[in-house]
C-alpha cells in the first residue's frame, strides 16, 4: 500500500469540489470516505450537487432529482431538458486551444481546436439533417476511431438522434447482429483502414451490411485512404458549406443519446440504451473528481469505436480537457508506441490494460526513463485483473508522483464501479474502492453483504448512468431478466468480487465463470497471477466442469507456451506445484493442455465462459460469434479437445 501523493493530493480537483459542498451547501466532509458514505447515503443531494457544480447547461429545470429509489425504475432529474453535445465545446476561451489529438496508420496525425470541432459538428449536423435525420431516428458509424467518427456522433446528438458504433475490423454478421436491432437511417463507414503495414479492404463487408438493413435511407462514405465506397454520399458533401447554425435539441434527462453493445460471446449482443443526462452526469464526476481532469489535461487511453472506452474517452471533451485518439495496431511498430504517443501528445491521464502493462513489465520496457513522461499524473487501467507485482512495477517506473488507478466497470453503466481517486491509498493488487455515487458491494447467495469474503457484485441503489433498458425490449422483460432476477430490486453486475475491512475491492471473475470445487468458489484471476510469471507461460485460460453429483468436478487448465517451451511432464509438475504454493491444493489443475491461443473478445476480454460452455458440448457458433472474436479461429482448439473420447463434459 502507498499513500496518495500530498501535493498531488491538494491541487486535486476534488479538492475544489469539496470546498465548494462546504462553502455553497454547508456541508463540511473532512476526508474521502465521508464523501463517498454522503455520496451514497444522500444520493438526490450528491448528485445534485454535480449537477451544479458542473454548471450543467439546462432548457427546462427538473421538478426533483430522483423520484425514488426503486430499482428498476427510477428516474432522475424529471422534466429537465438538456443535451449531452452542448457541453463538449468548451468555454469561448478554450477555441484556440486542441480538443482533439488524432494519430493513425493510414493518414497522418491530425489536430482539431475545439473551435474547428464545433465547425465540423455545425456542418456535419446540418447535413444529416438534410438526409431526414431528427429526433429518435438512428444513426450508426462503421468506423475507426478517428476525429470524424467523433463529428458525426456530436452532430448526431446535437439532434436528439440516437447514435451506435461497430469497429470496423468486425465481420460483416457481427455488425448486422448489433445494427439490425436499432434499425438505423443513415449508416457511415470507411471502405478500407490500414492496420499496422496490412491494408484492409472492407467494401464487401459493407455491401452486405446495407443489403441486411432495410431501414437504412442513406450511407456515407468516410474518407479513410485510398478506397471509395460506391452508391453512397461523400463526406464532403454532407459537410458541404451551410450557414445553419449549431443548434443543441433540448431532450429529457432520460433520452436515448447513444446504444452500447455487449460482447456477444454469451448469446446475441444486448443493445443497452444510455441517455443523455445520465451520461452526463456520470463522466463529469468520473473525468474530474476520480481522473482529476481538467482544462489542461490530455486522455490518452487506447480503444476503438466498439468498446465503451470509446465513449468515455470522447468525454474528456466535458470537463475541457484534450483527448488523444489512436486508430490501427496499438503495438505496431512496437511495444512502445503508445508510451511514445503518450510523450509526443504530453498526455497527463494514459489509460491501458493490465496486459499491456505486464507485457512492457515482461519485456522490460522502462517508459519513464525511455521517454518524457513528466506530464503525465495518473496512470489508469481496466478491462481484466491487474497482479499486485503489476502494482509494483508502475511504482518502480513512475514512483509516488503518478497515481496508479486501476479500476472495474462495464458497458452496463458506461463508467467505473470500483477505482481509485488522488485522495486516496493504492493497494497493491486490489482497486482502491467504489466510485462516487455507487452504491456497490458484495452478495451472498442469500442477498446478505459479504467483506472479506468472495460474493456477487451488485449495485444497491440507483445511479444516473444505469440502462435506460434493451432497444427494443418493450416490455423490460430481458432487462430484468439480466440484472434483477437474483436479487429483486438490485442490480446485478455479474462479477465476483471481495471487499476488504478498508473498502478495497478484487474483482476475481465473472460470476458465470467463477469456478465451485467441493462448494469452494475459486476467482480465475487467482490463477492468472500467478501463471503470469511462469517464464514458459505466456497466456492461459481455466474452467472447472461441474460434477452433477455433488463431487469436485474437473479443473481444466489450458495454457499457451513460448516457442521454445515444451508441455512434458516436468513442466505439468511445475505449474501445478507453483499453484498449489501460491494458492492452495484446490487450484491445482485435474488437466493441463497446452493450446495455440487463448480466446479474447475484441474489447480484450478473455473468454473463459464459451471455453467452458465447447467442453460441456456446445459447437463454437453457438457460444460466441466469430465476428465477436479478437481471432476468429481462437475457440477451434478447444472443440478439437472437446471432441476427443472423455475430454468433454461428463
Keep these: 500500500m502507498y499513500g496518495p501523493d500530498s501535493q498531488a493530493s491538494e491541487n486535486a480537483k476534488v479538492q475544489g469540489f469539496l470546498r465548494w459542498l462546504s462553502a455553497e451547501r454547508g456541508i463540511d466532509l473532512g476526508s474521502w470516505d465521508e464523501l463517498y458514505a454522503w455520496s451514497v447515503r444522500e444520493l438526490a443531494e450528491f448528485w445534485e450537487s454535480v449537477w451544479d457544480y458542473f454548471e450543467v447547461k439546462a432548457h427546462s429545470p427538473y421538478e426533483r432529482v430522483l423520484d425514488s429509489r426503486e430499482m428498476p425504475g427510477a428516474r432522475w432529474f424529471c422534466g429537465a431538458r438538456l443535451n449531452y453535445a452542448e457541453h463538449c465545446f468548451g468555454r469561448p476561451e478554450d477555441g484556440g486551444r486542441p480538443a482533439v489529438l488524432a494519430y493513425s496508420q493510414t493518414r497522418e496525425p491530425r489536430r482539431l481546436t475545439f473551435d474547428e470541432l464545433r465547425e465540423e459538428v455545425r456542418r456535419v449536423r446540418a447535413g444529416l439533417r438534410k438526409l431526414g435525420v431528427g429526433r429518435g431516428d438512428r444513426v450508426v458509424g462503421y468506423l475507426p476511431n478517428t476525429p470524424e467518427t467523433l463529428v458525426a456522433f456530436l452532430a448526431t446528438a446535437s439532434l436528439g438522434a440516437v447514435w451506435a458504433s461497430c469497429a ?26 490500414t492496420y499496422g503495414e496490412k491494408p484492409i479492404d472492407r467494401r464487401k463487408e459493407i455491401g452486405e451490411i446495407r443489403a441486411a438493413l432495410p431501414s437504412l435511407e442513406h450511407v456515407v462514405h468516410v474518407p479513410y485512404g485510398p478506397l471509395v465506397l460506391p452508391d453512397a454520399t461523400s463526406w464532403d458533401d454532407l459537410s458541404a458549406e451551410t450557414e445553419e447554425p449549431l443548434d443543441f435539441a433540448p431532450v429529457p434527462f432520460d433520452h436515448p443519446l447513444y446504444v452500447l453493445f455487449s460482447s456477444g460471446t454469451t448469446g446475441k449482443p444486448k443493445a443497452i440504451v444510455h441517455g443523455h443526462g445520465g451520461i452526463l452526469l456520470e463522466h463529469l464526476k468520473n473525468h474530474a473528481l476520480h481522473w482529476d481532469m481538467g482544462p489542461e489535461d490530455r486522455l490518452l487511453w487506447f480503444t476503438t469505436t466498439a468498446w465503451m472506452m470509446w465513449n468515455t474517452l470522447v468525454s474528456a471533451l466535458l470537463v475541457r480537457s484534450s483527448l488523444v485518439m489512436i486508430d490501427g495496431d496499438p503495438l505496431y511498430p512496437d511495444l512502445r508506441e503508445q508510451w511514445r504517443l503518450a510523450a509526443e501528445t504530453g498526455a497527463t491521464l494514459i489509460g491501458a490494460s493490465p496486459g499491456y502493462l505486464m507485457a512492457c513489465r515482461k519485456e522490460g520496457v522502462e517508459p519513464a526513463k525511455e521517454f518524457d513522461l513528466s506530464r503525465v499524473r495518473q496512470l489508469g487501467a481496466a478491462g481484466s485483473p491487474f497482479p499486485a507485482e503489476g502494482f509494483e512495477w508502475v511504482a518502480e ?38 466510485s462516487l455515487g455507487v452504491d456497490v458491494k458484495a452478495f451472498d447467495e442469500s442477498g446478505s453483504e459479504v467483506v472479506g469474503h468472495v460474493g456477487e457484485l451488485v449495485i444497491t441503489s440507483p445511479m444516473p448512468s444505469m440502462p435506460l433498458g434493451f432497444w427494443g425490449d418493450v416490455d423490460g422483460e430481458r432487462f430484468r431478466a439480466a440484472y434483477f432476477d437474483r436479487y429483486p430490486g438490485v442490480f446485478r453486475f455479474g462479477d465476483w468480487c471481495r471487499f476488504s475491512t478498508v473498502g478495497s475491492c478484487l474483482i476475481t471473475g465473472r460470476s458465470d465463470a467463477t469456478l465451485n470445487r467441493g462448494g469452494v468458489r475459486l476467482g480465475t484471476a487467482e490463477f492468472y497471477r500467478v501463471l503470469q510469471d511462469i517464464e514458459e507461460v505466456t497466456d492461459s485460460v481455466v474452467v472447472h466442469l461441474e460434477d452433477s453429483e455433488g463431487g469436485m468436478g474437473r479443473l481444466i487448465l489450458f495454457v ?29 489443475p485435474d488437466e493441463i493442455i497446452a493450446v495455440p491461443t487463448v480466446p479474447y473478445s475484441r474489447t480484450g476480454k478473455k473468454l473463459e465462459v464459451p471455453v467452458k460452455r465447447i467442453l460441456q458440448g456446445a459447437r463454437p457458433q453457438d457460444v460466441a460469434s466469430p465476428g465477436a472474436l479478437s481471432d476468429p479461429a481462437a475457440l477451434d482448439a478447444y472443440a478439437k479437445f472437446a471432441s476427443e473420447p472423455g475430454t468433454g463434459s461428463q
Design 560 to 588: 499457451v507456451l513460448r516457442d521454445t517451451s515444451e508441455l512434458d511432464d516436468d513442466l505439468r509438475h511445475k505449474l501445478a506445484r507453483e499453484l498449489r504454493t501460491a494458492l492452495s491444493p484446490r487450484h491445482v
Design 168 to 193: 470496423p475490423e468486425f465481420g460483416s454478421v457481427s455488425v448486422i447482429d448489433r445494427f439490425s436491432q436499432v434499425g438505423p437511417k443513415v449508416l457511415l463507414a470507411v471502405a478500407g483502414y
Design 397 to 434: 517506473q513512475f514512483g509516488d508522483s503518478v497515481l496508479l488507478n486501476v479500476g472495474s466497470g462495464g458497458t452496463d453503466v458506461c463508467t467505473g464501479l470500483v477505482q481509485g481517486s488522488p485522495l486516496q491509498s493504492v493497494w497493491a493488487g486490489e482497486m482502491t474502492g467504489p
